[in-house]
Every structure is written in structure tokens, then in C-alpha cells.
């Protein structure tokens, strides 16, 4: 498939600078240069778009994700960085989240609607926090936006009010050795944690199997 081959060259390209460098800030960097030439390439998102269509074995729309929205394009072999896809309805969102990496987010098709918030509590209660939204940006096709770990970069992205909207995410190496993500109700306060499926069901099995040995 000639859309696989010309997608995964780019990744190939950005891996290869990438691992030349240590210092996050700069392998960002190099993702906010190269990024936005992928996102003009609209015949590799047409091909994409006409593969998920079909459920083809590229991209695997299968691959589980954490949000339902995403699709997974590229995992670096040494974990450098992951490339994910995202395809947003009129009116969609994820919900408040933070990350365990740094990120850069743009669009191809669409103006993406990024809500940022700030914590206004000290971190102690693990369980609660209390946000303020601090900021607000609509990205355009074609330019991108930074996206920190932990608290530095709690958001939520979606749209606002378009037809339909495609959003390409590239993740760093997870700096926190979480294996979740933090959730956040902005009503009530509460903090939740977001698993990959299967993590969540060994989770939930584990627990299980805890009850169960306490009730025999």
C-alpha cells in the first residue's frame, strides 16, 4: 500500500533525528518543523480515511486506545514517540485529561478547539483537584500546538463546530511511569484514571480475585 509506505517514511524520518537528541524540548521541536508537512499532504489523508473506511489492516482500527477517537499510526521501536490519529464529530470532546509526555497536536482537516485549565489546589487530595479554565485556542489546519505532562498540560481538545475534524497527535517517551492518565470532572472536582482496556481489566480482575479470596 503506497499510503503506508509514504506515511511510515515520514515517521522514519522523524525517529532518526529524534534519537540523536536527549533533551525533550528539542526532540519536540524537531515534531513542530516536520509535522506541519505531513498535515498538507491530503492524499495521504484521503488514502487513510478510505482505509479505515474499508478496515483495511492499516491503520488497525482494532489497536486498542484509550480514547475512542483515536487511532494508532506509529509506536517507535525504541518508544521514543507514538504517532495517533483523531477524528472528531460536530461537537465532540475528550474529556479533561493531563499526559505523561510532552505532545504536539495539529489538524489537517478542520479548526481544533483546545481548552486549557489550571490547578488551583496544592496536588495533596490524589482523588480531587480544582480547575480553572486559564486559556483557549482554535487551531487552524495545518499549524500545531504543544501539549506538557502533568499539570502543566491539563486540556481538553475537540470541536467545536465543524463538519468533521482530523487531528494527528505525536507523543513523546512517557516521563512519569504511569500507565494511566488522570481524568478530571470539572463539576464536581473528582480525579478519575484512564487505562488502556486491557490494562483495566487486568486491573479489575486483580480486584476481583482479591474479593474473592476475602469471601471464602
Same mark, same amino acid.
Given at each position: 500500500m ?7 517514511d515520514?515517521?522514519a524520518?522523524w525517529s532518526?533525528?529524534?534519537k540523536t537528541l536527549k533533551?525533550?524540548?528539542?526532540q ?6 516536520e ?19 474499508d478496515?483495511a489492516p ?5 489497536s486498542?486506545t484509550?480514547f475512542?477517537?483515536?487511532i494508532v499510526?506509529?509506536?517507535d ?5 507514538s504517532?495517533?490519529?483523531?477524528l472528531?464529530?460536530?461537537?465532540d470532546?475528550d ?14 482537516l478542520?479548526t481544533?478547539d ?5 490547578r488551583?489546589?496544592d ?8 480547575l ?16 506538557f %505532562?502533568l499539570n !502543566?498540560g491539563?486540556?481538553?481538545?475537540g470541536? @467545536?463546530n $465543524?463538519?468533521?475534524?482530523i487531528?494527528?497527535?505525536i507523543y ?8 494511566y492518565v488522570n ?8 480525579i478519575?484514571r484512564?487505562y488502556? %482496556?486491557?490494562? !483495566?481489566k487486568?486491573m479489575?480482575?486483580?480486584q @476481583?480475585? $482479591? ?6
Amino acid at each position: 500500500m503506497q499510503m503506508k509506505l509514504d506515511i511510515l517514511d515520514h515517521f522514519a524520518r522523524w525517529s532518526q533525528e529524534i534519537k540523536t537528541l536527549k533533551d525533550s524540548s528539542q526532540q519536540r521541536e524537531v515534531i513542530i518543523t516536520e509535522l506541519p508537512v505531513l498535515l498538507k499532504d491530503k492524499e495521504i489523508f484521503i488514502s487513510l480515511l478510505r482505509a479505515i473506511m474499508d478496515q483495511a489492516p492499516y491503520p488497525d482500527v482494532r489497536s486498542a486506545t484509550i480514547f475512542e477517537s483515536e487511532i494508532v499510526l506509529y509506536r517507535d521501536p525504541d518508544r521514543m514517540f507514538s504517532v495517533r490519529l483523531y477524528l472528531w464529530g460536530k461537537g465532540d470532546y475528550d474529556p479533561i485529561h493531563d499526559h505523561n509526555s510532552w505532545g504536539v497536536i495539529g489538524t489537517a482537516l478542520g479548526t481544533l478547539d483546545i481548552i486549557n485549565y489550571r490547578r488551583l489546589d496544592d496536588g495533596s487530595d490524589q482523588g480531587h483537584a480544582e480547575l480553572e479554565e486559564c486559556s483557549r485556542q482554535f487551531i487552524p489546519a495545518g499549524q500545531t500546538y504543544s501539549i506538557f %505532562p502533568l499539570n !502543566k498540560g491539563i486540556h481538553q481538545t475537540g470541536n @467545536a463546530n $465543524e463538519p468533521a475534524i482530523i487531528q494527528v497527535g505525536i507523543y513523546g517517551k512517557n516521563l512519569t511511569g504511569r500507565d494511566y492518565v488522570n481524568v478530571f470532572d470539572l463539576n464536581t472536582g473528582e480525579i478519575s484514571r484512564l487505562y488502556l %482496556p486491557h490494562l !483495566k481489566k487486568c486491573m479489575l480482575a486483580s480486584q @476481583a480475585l $482479591e474479593a474473592l479470596g476475602k469471601s471464602e
